[in-house]
Every structure is written in structure tokens, then in C-alpha cells.
């Protein structure tokens, strides 16, 4: 069934557990990620990014995800990822989206204020909920797959203080209280992509935040991280979770083992390839869904 974010963020909070929040560039994703949701009857968020433009359009997408989103046996909500502009907003809305992440954390508070405003306006008077972001939430030098500004590495070699790219949990308030954001991703040390070092997390800050301000936050940047690293996230108040890279590796693994399993005067056709990937990805994501509900 089709919902939006705000009714799930609410379930998620009285669960007191996190969602999945997977994006969809393909086809064989969707499917993967629908069919692991109503195996563990759970809801979960389909994430469509702009970056994955050159896989599948957002009218496509759109009309893809709301078909399964609104057949399916759970609640699904149908999200627009890193939207960077009032105009993708409001385009993501007319397709039919029920939620969008305005995302101008790069900008001044001011201006990142002034433009969450103006997308939560139009949004919330169609029942339409908004994420935004704030704070810096790190890219690493390979697989960069949810952000618009894929093209740039961004470690923490590159900035002097970590506090300065931390969200401030003081601000933090000031900003949900001017914008009414439905739910804010928060920067405490994940990253974007495949890691090629270990994160060093500030899971303490996130219970910070929480105390200035009781509302749903947002882990992006989560592929990666250990079942005890995300489930204290999710016991601190981290209510959805952004998951893709490592489900798409594990996609590509299966298909490779696929092929190299072959004898080389063995056909391959390539309409098995899609379910093999599909078979691998929806099993990864059942166990990371089984993760965020604090299963042990």
C-alpha cells in the first residue's frame, strides 16, 4: 500500500525501530526490495535518486514505483533521494512521489532554512512529506551511488574539524522548528559509497540531537557498517536508514559467480541474469531489514 514517509517515520518511532530506505535505479532492484519487505512484512521506503538518472528516468521510476508500491502487502513509500533544487521537488510531487528530501546542506543555514521552507510548504499542502539534510555527510573514493555530487570525493582528511561537519544538535533545533521538516538526516561520521576505511562514528551525538529535538533522523551513508553500529543508531533515534551500495555489490557478485560457473560450451541467456541478482539482492536486504528491527 502507498503511503508517505511521516506514516511510516511514525510507525518507526512507536517500534522504536529503523526503515529501510533502498534506492531503485533498476527494475531487478525493485523487485528485490518489495519482495524482501513483504517476506519480513515490514514497510519500507523506495529511495529514487537523480544521480541514477543515466539507469532510469524519474518519470519511469515513478511510474514503477508507485505500480508496486501500491500492490504491495506492506506500507511503501515512494521517496525522492537527494532532490537538489525546489524544481525536482515539486516535478517528483506531480508524478505522484508521497515524499521528498530537499537537500541543500552545501549551502549556508540560512539559504538551507529558506529553500527546506519553501519545499515543505508546497509539499505538506498535498500531503507530501519532506526530508532535509544538515551537516556534511562524507563521500568515499569509490561507488558514490545516493548524492548529486557524485563527481566529488570528500574524506575527512579534507576538513580541520569534525565539528564543523557534525550536525550541531543546537542548530539542529533551530532548523527543524523554521522548516517542519517530517525528518532530518543527521551527519555523525557515515559515508557515502564503499568503504575503504573504517568510519569513525559519533553515535553519541545522534542521542544529542535527540534531546534538543524528538523527531525522526536519518542515517545516509549506512552501507557498510557493522549489525552493532547500526542498531545502536537506531536505539539512539536513528528512525531511517539509506541502504544501497552493498546491495547492489551483492547483486553484481551473484551474477559474476553465475557466469564463472559455467562451462565454457554452456549457454548463458540473459533473462536468467536479472534473477539471479534479484534472488541475491533480496536476500541482503531481508538480513539488513532483520538489522534496522533490532533482530538479533
Partial sequence: MLVNLKSIMDYAEEMKIGIGAFNVPNLESLKAIVAAAQECDTPVILNYAPVHSCFMDIEEAAFLMLHYAK?????????LDHGASFEICMKA??????????????????DNIKETRAVVRAAHSVGVSV????????SSEIGIAENDSATEVETRESFKDLNDVYTNPKVAKEFVEATQVDALAIAFGTSHGVYLTKPELDLNRISEIKAEIDMPFVMHGGSGLSKEEFQKAVINGVRKINYYTYMSLCGGKAIKEFVDSKKDDELVFFHDIPNVAIAAMKENII??????????
Avoid: N
Fill in 93 to 110: 510531487i506531480r508524478l505522484g512521489f508521497t515524499s521528498v528530501m530537499i537537500d541543500a546542506s552545501g549551502k549556508s543555514l540560512e
Fill in 71 to 79: 500492490k504491495a502487502t506492506v506500507p511503501i513509500c515512494v521517496h
Fill in 287 to 296: 538480513e539488513a531489514i532483520k538489522i534496522f528491527s533490532l533482530k538479533k
Fill in 131 to 138: 526530508e532535509a539534510e544538515l551537516g556534511h555527510i562524507f
